[in-house]
C-alpha cells in the first residue's frame, strides 16, 4: 500500500517568519518543552557582559578542504571577537562518530556546540541536552527569513526551528558526457525516470568503441532509497514522517521501493548497472575513473567528480541533472542531506550565548557566500546565491545550476522533509542491508525489504520504549 503526503506545508515559512516578532516568553515556554531542551530560557545579550573572553568547544565532522574552510571561518569569527568569545575546533571523524562521540560523553565532556548530520536530528531533540535554536531566535527577535525553507523545513519539528541548517547537499544526477554523446544520446537532457536510465545503459553498452563498462553505478546507500521516497511524494515513517506527532514505524515495503530493487537486480543481471555495495566511496570512484557513465550523489560530490574526471585514464566532462524518479508521474522531490548546528545546553548562560553568537556568524549570508564558494556545500541563505562572488562561482561550475533549480522547484511536504526518527541511522542502515541482500545476493525484493521493515520497526519500538512513551 502506497502512503502519502501530499499536504502543502506553508505553514512552516509562517512558523519561521513568527519567529522574527515572538517575544523573550516565548522562548521560555520553547526551551522547556518536554520534546528536548530541558527547562532554561535562552540568555539574552547581556550573557557575556563582564565575563572576559568565554571559551567554547565545537565538535564537527569536517575533514579535508571542508574542515580547512570551517577553521578559517572559525579563526575569522574569534578574530572579530578577541577577548571576549574564543572557539576551539574539536574534529572527531566522519558523521557516525561525531554521534557516537556525543552518545557516549557525559556532561562535563560535552561540547557546546556540535555539528551533528540530519538524521541524527530526532536523537538530539530526544536527548534533552540541547536548546532549540527557536529558543535563541526568540530572545533575539533575529530574522530567519532569508533562510532557504526547504533547508529549514527539514530541522524544524513542532514548527520549531531545532538547529540550524550549516552544510547542506542535494542529491544529483550526475552523467559523462562523452559517453552519452558517442552513445547519440543527449547530455543536457539527462534520463528522468529509471526507465529512461535503462534505456541509456543499454544504448551505451551497445556504443562500438565505448570505453565505459557501465552505463549506471551509484552505491547502495541507503540515503538514495529515502530520496526516491520523497520524489514520489511518500513518506517513509508514520506520524507525517515524524512531524506531527512520534513516529512508531517505518514503511519499507512499498510499491517505490519494491520498483526501485527490482529494476536495480534487472540492471546488474542486464550487465547495465556495476555491482556495488554501500560504501560511496566505490560508487564516486567508479563514475571518477569513467568506468560508469551514470551515478548518483550530493551536490558535495561535484568538485571531486570534476577533478577526477579530467584526471582519469580517459577524461571526460561531468553532467548534471534532477535526482531521477521511479515513476514518470511521481511529483515530489528530493530531501536535503549534510548537517546542523546544535546548541548544547550546559546550563552556563555566557556559554550557550557564545555558542549563539557562533551560529548567527556562521549562518549569515557572507559567511554562506565563502562557505559555498569555499566546500560546494549548498547556501543555507536565499540572498547568498545572489550575491556578485557567489553568482561568479556558480558561473564557472555550471553543472550546480542543477541543484539551485532543483532546490527551487522542490515542495515542501512531510516527505520532502525526510523521516524523523531517533533510530534513523539504523534504519538507513538497515535498508542497505536489504538492497545488498537483493542486488548483490540476489534475494527476492519483497523478502529482503520485509526483512529490512521488520529490523527497523524492533528498533523504533525498542527507542521508544526506552523514552517511556
Known amino acids: 500500500m502506497r502512503i502519502t503526503s501530499r499536504r502543502r506545508i506553508g505553514a512552516l515559512a509562517a512558523a519561521l517568519a513568527l519567529a522574527v516578532t515572538a517575544s523573550a516568553c516565548t522562548s521560555a515556554a520553547t526551551s522547556g518543552d518536554s520534546s528536548g531542551g530541558g527547562d532554561a530560557a535562552a540568555p539574552g545579550k547581556d550573557a557575556l557582559d563582564g565575563k572576559g573572553e568565554v571559551g567554547i568547544t ?141 534505456a541509456a545503459a543499454r544504448k551505451i553498452k551497445a556504443t562500438p568503441g565505448e570505453t565505459v563498462q557501465y552505463g549506471f553505478g551509484a552505491s547502495l546507500y541507503g540515503w538514495f532509497a529515502e530520496q526516491w521516497n520523497a520524489v514520489a511524494d511518500q513518506t517513509l515513517c508514520d506520524a507525517d514522517n515524524g512531524r506531527t506527532g512520534r513516529a512508531e514505524k517505518a514503511t519499507i515495503v512499498n510499491d517505490t521501493n519494491l520498483k526501485l530493487v527490482r529494476w536495480w537486480q534487472q540492471m546488474v543481471n542486464e550487465g547495465l548497472a556495476m555491482k556495488l555495495d554501500s560504501n560511496t566511496d566505490n560508487g564516486d570512484n567508479a563514475f571518477s575513473s569513467g568506468t560508469v557513465a551514470m551515478s548518483l550523489e550530493s551536490t558535495g560530490s561535484l568538485g571531486t567528480f570534476t577533478a577526477g574526471a579530467a584526471a582519469s585514464k580517459n577524461p571526460f566532462t561531468v553532467g548534471t541533472g534532477f535526482y531521477p524518479k521511479v515513476s514518470a508521474d511521481d511529483d515530489g522531490g528530493p530531501i536535503i542531506g549534510g548537517a546542523s548546528l546544535w546548541i548544547v545546553n550546559k546550563k552556563d548562560p555566557a556559554r550557550e550565548r557564545a555558542a549563539w553568537e557562533l551560529v548567527k556568524f556562521l549562518s549569515s549570508k557572507q559567511t554562506q557566500v565563502t562557505w559555498h564558494t569555499k566546500t560546494g556545500y549548498f547556501p543555507i541563505s536565499k540572498a547568498a546565491l545572489d550575491d556578485p562572488a557567489d553568482k561568479q562561482w556558480v558561473s564557472q561550475k555550471p553543472q550546480f545550476a542543477t541543484a539551485i533549480e532543483q532546490l527551487r522547484g522542490t515542495k515542501l511536504t512531510h516527505a520532502t522533509q525526510g523521516c524523523s526518527v531517533g533510530e534513523m541511522p539504523n534504519v538507513r542502515k538497515d535498508v542497505e542491508t536489504a538492497l545488498q541482500a537483493a542486488v548483490l545476493q540476489g534475494t527476492d525484493a519483497e523478502k529482503a525489504l520485509t526483512d529490512a521493515q521488520n529490523a527497523a520497526n524492533k528498533q523504533i519500538a525498542d527507542y521508544n520504549d526506552k523514552l517511556g512513551g
Open 58 to 198: 565545537f565538535w564537527h565532522g569536517m575533514s579535508g578542504t571542508n574542515g580547512a574552510a570551517l577553521q578559517s571561518l572559525v579563526d575569522q569569527f574569534n578574530s572579530q571577537h578577541q577577548g571576549k568569545i574564543k572557539v576551539t575546533l574539536n574534529y572527531k571523524g566522519q558523521y557516525d562518530n561525531v554521534l557516537a562521540s556525543y552518545k557516549n560523553a557525559s556532561t562535563k565532556q560535552r561540547p557546546d556546540m556540535l555539528q551533528m548530520y540530519d538524521i541524527g536530528t530526532r536523537y538530539m531533540i530526544d536527548s534533552r541536552t540541547i536548546m532549540p535554536m527557536q529558543s535563541f531566535i526568540d530572545v533575539d527577535h533575529h530574522d530567519v527569513s532569508d533562510l532557504q525553507p526547504n533547508i529549514a523545513g527539514y530541522y524544524t519539528v513542532d514548527d520549531k526551528l531545532y538547529s540550524m541548517p550549516f552544510n547542506t547537499s542535494m542529491p544529483l544526477m550526475y552523467v559523462n558526457r562523452e559517453a552519452f554523446q558517442k552513445a547519440g544520446l543527449d547530455p543536457d537532457k539527462p534520463p528522468t525516470t529509471l526507465d529512461e536510465i535503462m
